[in-house]
C-alpha cells in the first residue's frame, strides 16, 4: 500500500535507527535458555526481524529471547528504554491464551499509545488471515522517546508489520518525539 502521508512529513527523520528485538516464548526460552541471537535459538521470526532491520540499513543493538513473564518482559523493556535504542519490537504473546501477557507487562510503561498501529496492523492482516485478525491485540506505544511496538508471533506477522508499517513509520514517530538526524 502507498503512504498517503506527504513527502515533506517524513523529510529530516532520523535514518539509522537503533534497534532492540525481542521475542517472548515460553517454549522456545525452556529449549534454548536466554539466547543473544535469533540463530542461537532457531527463531525463525527473531530471523526475520532481524535481517529486514539490517537490510533496510538499519542496526539491531540487540536481541532477547525472554519468557512469557510479565515481570522479566517489563524489566527488560525498562532495561532498554533506558539504553541507547530508538525502537524496541517485541514479537509474541499478543495473542488471547493466559500465557499471552506481552501487553499486560509492557503498556503500563507507554506514556502515550500509538492506537493506529494496531488498528492499521489488523487492517492489513485481514487479508491473510480473515477474521482472525480480531484475536490479536498488537500495539505500540511510546515510552522516554523510544517507540515500541508489541507483535504476534508467527513470521507472516513479522513481515507484515515491519515491511508495511514499522520500518516505513519508525522514522516518522521518532521525529514527531524530537529525534532527527
Do not use: W
Not at 508467527?154 to 532527527?180: R, T, Y
Amino acid at each position: 500500500m502507498q503512504s498517503s502521508t506527504p513527502l515533506s512529513h517524513k523529510q529530516h527523520i532520523k535514518g539509522n535507527l537503533r534497534f532492540a528485538l525481542i521475542t517472548v516464548s515460553t517454549s522456545r526460552f525452556n529449549k534454548y535458555g536466554s539466547a543473544i541471537s535469533p540463530q542461537e535459538s532457531e527463531d525463525l521470526s527473531g530471523d526475520r526481524m532481524y535481517n529486514m532491520v539490517q537490510e533496510n540499513g538499519h542496526e539491531v543493538v540487540s536481541y532477547s529471547l525472554v519468557p512469557d513473564d510479565p515481570a522479566c518482559i517489563r524489566d527488560l523493556i525498562s532495561r532498554l528504554i533506558d539504553e541507547d535504542v530508538d525502537v524496541i519490537v517485541t514479537s509474541g504473546g499478543t495473542g488471547l491464551s493466559p500465557d499471552d501477557v506481552t501487553i499486560e507487562a509492557i503498556s503500563p510503561l507507554f506514556h502515550k499509545e500509538i492506537q493506529g498501529f494496531g488498528e492499521y496492523f489488523r487492517y492489513l492482516s485481514i487479508g491473510q488471515i480473515g477474521s482472525s485478525v480480531v484475536l490479536t491485540r498488537a500495539c505500540a506505544g511510546i515510552a522516554d522517546n523510544k517507540v515500541i511496538f508489541c507483535i504476534p508471533g508467527s513470521p507472516n506477522a513479522v513481515d507484515l508489520a515491519f515491511s508495511e508499517v514499522i520500518l516505513p513509520e519508525a522514522g516518522h514517530i521518532l521525529k514527531h518525539l524530537g529525534k532527527v538526524a
